[in-house]
């Protein structure tokens, strides 16, 4: 079964320059999400969409943004990266209107500030 | 706000043995209750969920019962093996409107299985 595809599954950047992570959530899900996992910790919700629309927002900075797009990928853009800013990104999906739907989590996109 | 607590870890096992990685939560609602694995280098994998009181989430020879009167969503498996070794995180979500999808993570117990 198709699962969320992340890509790149790692990138490397420097201080200042900007980032973009690609998410494709799974055929016929409305609805993505964006968490960010720092090294040892839990992860850490970001922003969703459901159907190209913002739905909500966690502890997203605002040098970050995202978007989702008319074939319901979506992107994450980071700039003015910080060193802090080094972590495992994942994507999620899911079917919003269904409560018990199950969220699947793609593999994550490592990125490393250096 | 709404939070999760898991033990603290890490949790080393022998093979067979017996596990129990407890899970409390405090939220508004009525939350989805989920149980997340990683395994080293990997991404998230959904274990089990429950969506109401007294459902039985199982998985791969894992439990979980969601107990409301004690918000709690213990993880228990009867025989470890090996291959379960990895991080495990407690999770709840679309607890008093909030967003479903928009998890809340416990702090993740790290589980090792020797032989």
């Known amino acids: 079964a198709a699962g969320v595809i992340q890509s790149p599954r790692h990138l490397i950047k420097e201080k200042r320059e900007t980032a973009t992570l690609k998410c494709y959530p799974i055929?016929?899900?409305?609805?993505v999400y964006w968490y960010q996992q720092g090294p040892g910790q839990d992860p850490q919700f970001l922003i969703s969409?459901?159907?190209?629309?913002?739905?909500d927002k966690g502890s997203i900075p605002d040098r970050f943004s995202a978007q989702q797009f008319s074939d319901y990928h979506s992107e994450l853009n980071m700039s003015s990266l910080e060193l802090g800013d080094s972590a495992l990104y994942f994507c999620?999906?899911?079917?919003?209107?269904?409560?018990?739907?199950?969220?699947?989590f793609g593999e994550g996109s490592w990125l490393t500030v250096v | 706000g709404d939070s999760v607590t898991q033990m603290e870890g890490p949790v080393t096992l022998s093979e067979e043995a017996f596990l129990t990685i407890n899970c409390t939560y405090t939220?508004?609602?009525?939350?989805?209750l989920f149980w997340y694995v990683q395994y080293p280098g990997e991404g998230l994998q959904l274990l089990l969920k429950?969506?109401?009181?007294?459902d039985k989430g199982s998985n791969k020879g894992f439990e979980a019962t969601y107990r409301k009167e004690t918000t709690s969503f213990h993880l228990e498996k009867g025989s470890v093996q090996v291959s379960d070794s990895a991080v495990y995180f407690c999770?709840?979500?679309?607890?008093?409107?909030?967003?479903?999808?928009?998890?809340?993570f416990g702090q993740g117990t790290i589980l090792t299985v020797h032989p």
């Open positions: 969409f459901y159907e190209k629309m913002q739905s």
């Open positions: 999620a999906s899911s079917l919003d209107w269904d409560k018990g739907a199950t969220i699947y």
């Open positions: 429950a969506t109401k009181a007294d």
């Open positions: 939220a508004t609602g009525y939350p989805s």
């Open positions: 055929p016929r899900h409305d609805t």
């Open positions: 999770a709840l979500t679309g607890a008093g409107g909030t967003s479903y999808g928009k998890l809340t």
